[in-house]
C-alpha cells in the first residue's frame, strides 16, 4: 500500500514542468526512510548519473530530490497512515531545495492549503502537509570534486485512508 501511494506521489512530482525545471538532476523514489544506507547513499554518480552534470570528468550534484514512504497503523484505527517523506538536495546552499519544497507543497497540498486526494492501490488518500526540516547538510552524499556532503531539506506528509 505505502509503496502505491508512493508511486502516485512520484508520478505527480514527475509530470509537473516548474518542479522538473527546478530539479535538474531529476526526482527519485527510494526504498528507505530516514537515514542509514548501508553501504552508499541512494544518490551517488553510479546508481542516479542524471543527478550530476559532469564537466572536464568532474562530476557534481544538481538539484535533485527523493521520495520515500513508509506505513504505519494505529492500533485500535481502522486507518493506514502513510508517512511520506520528500528530500530536496543540492550541491551548496538552499536556493534550489527551498523552491522545489514550496512547489511540491503546492502541488501536494493544492492551492488551498487544504490538502489533496489521491487514489493508489485502489484506495484514495488524503494528503497532508505534516512537518518541514530546512537548513540540513547530509555528509553520506557525494557532492562531485571529491566533496561529501550536500545541502538537504526535507517535507514529511501523511497520506491517510484506506483499511490496515
Known sequence: MA??????????????GTL????????YQIDKL???????????????????????NVSRLQPCYTVATQSRTTPGLKQLQ?????RCYERSGYVNTRAMLDRIYVLLMGANGEGTYLTAGGKQYKVEHSTDLTSLYDDSIPAGQGKRGASVEAATYAGLGGTP
Open 34 to 56: 530516514g537515514a542509514g544506507y548501508a553501504d552508499k547513499h541512494p544518490i551517488n554518480p553510479e546508481d542516479t548519473p542524471a543527478a550530476y552534470a559532469t564537466s572536464a
Open 82 to 86: 502513510v508517512v511520506v517523506e520528500i
Open 3 to 16: 509503496a502505491d501511494l508512493a508511486g502516485a506521489i512520484f508520478t505527480l512530482l514527475q509530470a509537473d
Open 20 to 27: 522538473t525545471a527546478l530539479a535538474t538532476g531529476g526526482g
